[in-house]
């Protein structure tokens, strides 16, 4: 089971999180689909009860977060991160270029354009791939580097109304939506 990849997924949203809104000491609740949790943890659990059980017994309690708590909620767990946790992040992970530009062009821009962000993308690296989501999809485009070490994450972008929203991905969930 590979919950190092799960645990910095958690860092992850907790630091975009940060960037976002700042930071604040306090206990982040953060809710997976069971579906996301096996494709991070490369295991097979049918439901949100049988995925409770594999994360109370994989040892991810106590850890450089604090103290883990898991809960079922109708199909999806919530993992519950401790004030520490925050305090953790906000001190040791430094935040991510990438994702430091990207909020910042939202936050400057709530209208940008598909463009923007494909200038964005490429003034980190031209090799990048913006492709069509399928029709009837929630998203217009996904947007993700090649080398995921620029960034791992696959940002889905939709135009509605005026606005631009993205939402970030792991490349396991981009499968599911595909």
């Known amino acids: 089971m590979n919950t190092e990849k799960l645990i910095k997924n958690i860092i992850d949203q907790i630091k975009e999180a940060q960037i976002k809104l700042g930071f604040a000491k306090e206990t982040t609740r953060l809710y997976y689909p069971v579906e996301s949790l096996n494709g991070m943890l490369g295991c097979r659990a049918e439901d949100d009860i049988q995925m409770l ?16 708590r898991f809960s079922a909620h109708k199909g999806r767990i919530e993992i519950s991160v401790p004030p520490e946790g925050a305090v953790y992040v906000h001190e040791q992970v430094g935040e991510p270029a990438f ?18 962000i494909r200038n964005l993308f490429e003034s980190f690296s031209k090799d990048y791939v913006c492709e069509k989501m399928p029709e009837g999809s929630d998203f217009d485009e996904v947007f993700y580097f090649k080398d995921a ?3 791992p994450y696959y940002y889905c972008v ?16 981009m499968a599911n939506l595909w």
Do not use: V
Not at 59 to 66: C, Y
Not at 158 to 173: P, S, V
């Open 99 to 116: 994702l430091k530009a990207m909020i910042e062009l939202f936050r400057q821009d709530h209208h940008c354009r598909i463009s923007d």
């Open 158 to 173: 939709k135009e509605e109304m005026g606005h631009t929203i993205y939402h970030r991905f792991t490349k396991e969930d």
């Open 149 to 151: 070490l620029i960034d």
């Open 53 to 68: 059980a594999i994360l109370e017994g994989a040892g991810l309690e106590n850890g450089e977060l604090g103290l883990l």
